[in-house]
C-alpha cells in the first residue's frame, strides 16, 4: 500500500467586504502607543479597503489612546471591530474614569491644548460611549471607551477585494 503524503491546504482567501472582523492591539503605559495604534489602525482599515473612514478613525484612536497614555497607569487595548457598515473602535485602560463631553462646548477654547478630546469625539463619531469595568460596590477596574464610524458608501461588488498594502 503507497501512501501519499498529505496536500497543503489551499491557501485562504480575503474576507468578503462586508464579512465581519476584529483586530485587537494591546500596547504598553508608554507615549509612543497611540502612534502605534495610528499606524495598526491605518494599515487594517487600509488593507479591508476602508480608506474613507480612516482620518476620522485615526483622529478619534488618537484622542482615545493619548488619553490613555496621560491619565491611566497601566496598559490600554485598542480593538476595532467591523461589521459592515459599522467600524466600532474601544480603547480599554485602567483608567477608573469615564470622561463626559464639556456641558457647555462653547466654552472651550479652539485652540485649548487640552481637554477638547472628548468634544471632538462627540462631533466626529455616529455614536459612542464608555463604562467602567468592574463591579460595584468595588473601585473600577479600568474603562472601555468606544466609537462607531459609519460607512455611507456602497459595498464593493462580492467579487472585489482590496488590494493588500505592501
Known amino acids: 500500500m503507497v501512501t501519499r503524503p498529505p496536500q497543503p491546504a489551499p491557501a485562504p482567501q480575503p474576507l468578503p467586504f462586508t464579512a465581519p472582523w476584529e483586530y485587537e492591539l494591546v500596547f504598553p503605559h508608554d507615549p509612543r502607543g497611540p502612534g502605534i495604534a495610528r499606524v495598526t489602525l491605518r494599515a487594517v482599515l487600509a488593507v479591508h479597503g476602508l480608506e474613507e473612514l480612516a482620518d476620522r478613525a485615526e483622529l478619534l484612536t488618537s484622542e482615545l489612546t493619548t488619553n490613555s497614555v496621560r491619565h491611566a497607569w497601566g496598559p490600554a487595548t485598542v ?3 467591523w461589521e459592515y457598515p459599522v467600524l466600532r473602535v474601544s480603547v480599554a485602560d485602567t483608567g477608573p474614569y469615564v470622561p463626559a463631553v464639556p456641558p457647555d462646548p462653547s466654552a472651550v477654547a479652539l485652540d485649548a491644548i487640552r481637554g477638547r478630546g472628548m468634544l471632538i469625539l462627540d462631533l466626529v463619531a455616529y455614536r459612542w460611549g464608555g463604562f467602567p469595568l468592574g463591579l460595584p460596590p468595588a473601585e473600577p477596574k479600568g ?16 467579487g472585489a477585494v482590496p488590494a493588500l498594502v505592501a
Open 79 to 81: 480593538r476595532l471591530a
Open 143 to 158: 474603562k472601555i471607551i468606544w466609537f462607531e464610524l459609519r460607512l455611507d458608501a456602497e459595498a464593493p461588488p462580492p
